[in-house]
């Protein structure tokens, strides 16, 4: 039987957000309502185009000698990039666009082939009170736009930023968190969670942190005999008004 049902409240959009920089090996967050490490800077707003994600992927076909049918597609090559164009002209701005930082005087000497090297990104999408955080720990400028300088319109920097396969990830190039994704919000019976070091055993002491934790149950009345969710290896059910230690009697 298929699960889940259409719901126009899960339809997002991407009105406001913001990208951040930080040296290579700065620590990123942990969530999407983190305060950032002191080390990362706004890049400042954005053209109303906001940002383009891409993945570039590149494929082979294998297929069979006895018959030439297609018996295998591998990836061989693929990538991560975003896109945006900034339309500040601050020191942030610059030095990622030039790959340089500006002098105390806001002076610099421009090389073209210079990208400023692998730096740490944090990307916010904001819808409200969802927050997307996207957070890239090696990546680089590896594509400028062409500067138009004219009286009716904004200068902006457009860049295109690569991500990279890192350590921190273990070999993954982006983390993304995204809240509305959680499924504590709706713990259905049946449903099994990560242990988490807060829920140290199948009591009442335990079932009580859950709320506080952000367990919400899915439905919101008794639930029947034998039901439960499972934290790693414990056990809770709701009884109505609470969590309750075990399945359900």
Do not use: C
Request: net charge negative.
């Amino acid at each position: 039987m298929p699960t889940g049902t259409p719901d126009s409240s899960n339809v997002r959009v991407a009105p406001t957000g913001a990208w951040y920089v930080a040296p290579l090996g700065t620590t990123g967050p942990t969530s999407a309502s983190d305060a950032l490490n002191a080390a990362f800077t706004n890049l400042g707003y954005l053209s109303e185009d906001g940002t383009s994600r891409t993945t570039d992927r590149s494929s082979n076909d294998i297929k069979g000698w006895q018959n030439a049918a297609l018996v295998r597609t591998v990836v061989t090559d693929a990538a991560i990039s975003y896109k945006f164009t900034l339309i500040e002209t601050n020191r942030a701005s610059v030095a990622l666009y030039f790959g340089v930082a500006p002098g105390p005087d806001g002076s610099y000497d421009v090389d073209p082939s210079q990208t400023g090297g692998r730096q740490s990104f944090v990307f916010d999408v904001i819808d409200g009170t969802n927050v997307r955080r996207v957070w890239l720990p090696a990546a680089e400028v590896v594509e400028l736009e062409d500067i138009t300088f004219d009286s009716g319109d904004a200068t902006g920097y457009g860049v295109t930023v690569k991500g990279y396969a890192n350590a921190t990830l273990s070999g993954k190039v982006e983390r993304v968190f995204d809240p509305s994704l959680n499924k504590k919000s709706a713990a259905a019976p049946g449903n099994v969670f990560p242990a988490d070091s807060n829920i140290t055993a199948s009591d009442s002491t335990n079932a009580a942190k859950l709320a506080g934790l952000g367990y919400v149950a899915n439905p919101t009345t008794a639930w029947t005999t034998g039901q439960k969710i499972s934290i790693g290896a414990f056990d809770f059910n709701w009884s109505g008004t609470a969590w309750a230690a075990g399945a359900h009697a």
